[in-house]
């Protein structure tokens, strides 16, 4: 295998040490190669966690070497929070884990780093209110700073892409994978290397138990159709065995020929949203809670829910939301069965589909795929409200068909075999829907087509 390019700071920012966006496009972040691999000792280093990260040493790289600390306005760092409410401690926490989660730096590349260090993310964080705008200080460990601020080998990476990848895995797979676009393959790794990096999880004993299989069809293959759907690069996973099991993975590599439909035009610095952790807290779901369900699910999957939880708390019918993370799981698998069928259909194609700009006929497949979805969500949300309120609505439902002059057969279906009879699903669905989010419910939003366009195979 080709040795890595090695790129170096000045060849991508010229002689100054202020770094400007150049016409062209934003400026990448130069993120040195032994901070690609990160094995957390003692805590879980979640995606937010990730990005929130890659935005500070962003920023710390743009004010240069000769400081100390570092400091910008909370505004420019993340987004999404009420600066002047309970939303505050979700930062805190944040910063609080860079500063205590002990990492491991190491190069993907055997080698590449001669030493071996081991300090946390961030030396010390601060949070100041002046003139009702919240600032953060933060610095480095002395033993990292230098290289961290100005890499000799580093992999040029688009914040961009960054933001639009929703789980951990994708997002340190994405960053390890464009390390090696310019040799089209990444190391060859034990399989049990790529586990811990991947995940962002301490190899302790627990993970140890993880089996291949189990890290394969949770892990790889999601972020694989997540990095090829929304990223700027193509990647493929190559299996090696040893007997009949599998020993060892590798990557390979390529640029994608024509760019993905991009979901959000970000600059390269673009606060890290935080918005459906805010929401969470809002709703009385504590924002931990939300950050494993998103570790499961998907960060797509809990925001779309996350939506559907406020609109469902907003009205009283059928009755008061009580348990709004009892009702936010209750919706989640529905999300989760439409972005396991797309990963595996995304893994099985041999050359992953470049989403384009649709003509009408593309746009009325992908509003149809939508209500296909939306209907199987809001029947998991049926299915989840009490037997009481079950029956209300079948009683409901049973005067709107009489008023409407329905056919017998279906009445008949309802009242004998229940709302979940084929030919009565439909009709309670709507019923349901109509009263519980209005009229337009079955009218998806530019976002949402965006989100269905963006989907592998859409």
């Not at 080998?153 to 960053?175: C, D, M, N, R, T």
């Not at 991947?198 to 159709?225: H, S, V």
Request: proline share 6%; charged share 25%; with cysteine.
């Amino acid at each position: 295998m080709k040795a890595p390019l090695r790129y170096s700071r000045a060849m991508i920012t010229g002689a100054s040490r202020e770094v400007s966006t150049p016409a062209r496009g934003p400026v990448p972040l130069l993120k040195p190669v032994f901070s690609l691999a990160l094995v957390p000792q003692n805590n879980k280093i979640t995606a937010l966690g990730r990005r929130t990260w890659n935005v500070l040493l962003h920023i710390a790289q743009n004010q240069g070497l000769e400081r100390e600390t570092f400091r910008a306005a909370l505004t420019d760092i993340v987004k999404g929070l009420d600066y002047n409410s309970g939303d505050m401690k979700i930062i805190k926490t944040h910063l609080r884990s860079m500063i205590t989660t002990l990492v491991e730096w190491q190069s993907p590349t055997a080698g590449e780093w001669q030493t071996w260090d081991v300090c946390g993310m961030l030396s010390h964080a601060r949070l100041t209110k002046e003139r009702g705008q919240v600032w953060v200080e933060w610095s480095y460990a002395v033993n990292m700073r230098n290289e961290l601020l100005d890499p000799e080998i580093f992999a040029k990476l688009s914040l961009e892409v960054i933001s639009q990848l929703g789980s951990h895995p994708a997002v340190a797979l994405y960053e390890i994978c464009s390390r090696y676009l310019g040799v089209g393959q990444t190391a060859r790794k034990a399989w049990t290397w790529w586990r811990p990096v991947l995940l962002g999880r301490p190899d302790d004993e627990r993970l140890q138990r993880l089996e291949y299989r189990i890290f394969k069809r949770d892990t790889l293959r999601p972020a694989l159709a997540e990095i090829n759907a929304l990223a700027d690069i193509e990647i493929e996973m190559l299996e090696f065995k040893a007997g009949r099991f599998v020993s060892d993975l590798q990557f390979t590599v390529r640029k994608k020929p024509q760019r993905v439909l991009a979901l959000q035009q970000r600059s390269a610095a673009e606060p890290v949203d935080v918005a459906v952790l805010a929401s969470a807290e809002r709703l009385g779901i504590d924002h931990t809670r939300i950050e494993r369900l998103i570790e499961e699910f998907g960060d797509a999957a809990v925001a779309t829910a996350i939506e559907a939880v406020e609109k469902r708390a907003a009205t009283a019918f059928p009755e008061p939301l009580r348990d709004p993370l009892r009702y936010l799981k209750s919706v989640l698998p529905g999300h989760l069965a439409a972005q396991e069928e797309a990963s595996e259909k995304a893994v099985a194609a041999k050359e992953p589909e470049v989403v384009r700009v649709a003509p009408s006929d593309r746009l009325a497949q992908w509003e149809k795929k939508w209500l296909a979805e939306r209907i199987e969500l809001l029947a998991a949300e049926l299915a989840a409200l009490p037997s009481e309120r079950q029956a209300e609505l079948v009683q409901g439902l049973q005067e709107d068909l009489v008023r409407r002059n329905a056919h017998p057969a279906v009445i008949q279906r309802l009242v004998g075999k229940g709302w979940t009879h084929p030919m009565v699903r439909h009709e309670m669905v709507s019923f349901y829907a109509a009263g519980a989010y209005g009229p337009n419910w079955n009218k998806p939003t530019d976002k949402e087509l965006l989100t269905i366009a963006a989907a592998p195979n859409a």
